[in-house]
């Protein structure tokens, strides 16, 4: 089937300012793909990621070089061979999804084996900060069931302390995004069990994590700037106890859903996780959601501005996509 491809650049400003350890932004620039075939029109969006080498113009020059595939007809299976996982080839595949969906009357949710779609609870990120700042911040997301907390290296004990007093009861996720180092990986990993954490994420650099496979991790441990599709789940095992699995980095959904199922299949926990983006990339997530541990995807939540229509959120419980937005 012919279709018109079209792209956006659009820019969504975040609330405050979100930190980690690379550095902090103020908007979300997200590039969107949307698909019309007659009257119907499937959208998808992406966040590129430099950590990854990408950009918003390299995003919109990759799609761009496959427009003449994509708008002859080109499926999901052969956008897998047309684009590389990344960023590019997750806005045109979630494009597809919702543009299947459009067509057939069908919901996406049903079309990728599911039943229904449960309401999911979120995790709420805490960006990096000193820790009377953290404290504050934990002590306004207090009532919040699951806190994810962005960590950053020297200091870290001093944030998670501060962090701990300021919501009590919420369990948390730590995030260190490559940060810590081998010489204090298990100082830290021990920190993180007195004050009761759940998982970390990403603690030592992609591709420099082998220390990891030699010592006791007192606490859940997962892959996250190492993980991208299913062909990286091998190198993964013995080293990590979890994937998180975001669309961003398997290049859509539905080679996501393909690397979420190897994975659970190898054992691993599964996190659904995502970039900071509206409610039209969370949509898509949602459907990881339903096989995650753990689940992290309050993007909108982080954000001045959402898409209308959005995504519904009540506290951190997030609901299913309505066919409005997606799928």
């Given at each position: ?45 992406c966040?590129?990621y430099?950590?990854y ?38 806005a ?40 009377e ?21 020297e ?28 010489e ?36 859940p ?14 190198a ?39 970039m ?11 459907f ?19 898409r ?20």
């Open positions: 089937m012919k279709v018109e491809l079209t792209l956006a650049v659009e820019a969504f400003p975040i609330a405050g300012r979100f930190v980690i350890s690379r550095g902090a932004k103020t908007e979300a620039r997200v590039v969107t793909a949307t698909l019309r075939a007659g009257d119907a029109l499937g959208r998808g969006e966040v590129p430099a950590r080498g990408e950009s918003v113009e390299s995003v919109v020059a990759a799609i761009e070089g496959a427009r003449g595939d994509i708008e002859s007809g080109a499926d999901r299976m052969a956008l897998q061979r047309l684009l590389p996982a990344g960023a590019a080839r997750n045109v595949d979630c494009a597809m999804w919702d543009l299947e969906a459009k067509l057939s009357g069908r919901r996406a949710y049903k079309a990728a084996g599911f039943d229904h779609l449960a309401p999911l609870v979120t995790a709420y990120t805490l960006s990096v900060g000193t820790p700042e953290m404290r504050a911040a934990a002590l306004k997301a207090a009532d919040r069931p699951l806190l994810k907390i962005k960590l950053a290296g200091g870290d004990e001093a944030r998670l302390a501060a962090v701990r007093e300021g919501a009590p009861h919420a369990r948390l996720i730590v995030d260190a995004n490559e940060a810590w180092r081998d204090t990986l298990e100082a830290q990993l021990d920190a993180c069990a007195r004050f009761g954490v759940a998982l970390v994420e990403q603690p030592l650099p992609a591709g420099k994590d082998e220390l990891l496979a030699r010592i006791a991790r007192p606490i441990v997962c892959a996250d700037e190492s993980a991208h599709e299913t062909a990286s789940l091998a993964l095992r013995g080293r990590y106890d979890a994937v998180n699995v975001k669309l961003d980095k398997t290049g859509g959904l539905t080679e996501a859903l393909a690397m979420a199922q190897a994975a659970s299949k190898m054992g691993f926990e599964i996190m659904a996780g995502c900071v983006g509206t409610s039209l990339a969370m949509a898509p997530a949602a990881i959601g339903q096989m995650a541990a753990f689940v992290d995807l309050d993007g909108p939540l982080l954000l001045a501005r959402d209308e229509p959005g995504l519904v959120y009540e506290g951190s419980t997030m609901t299913p996509p309505a066919a409005a937005l997606w799928g």
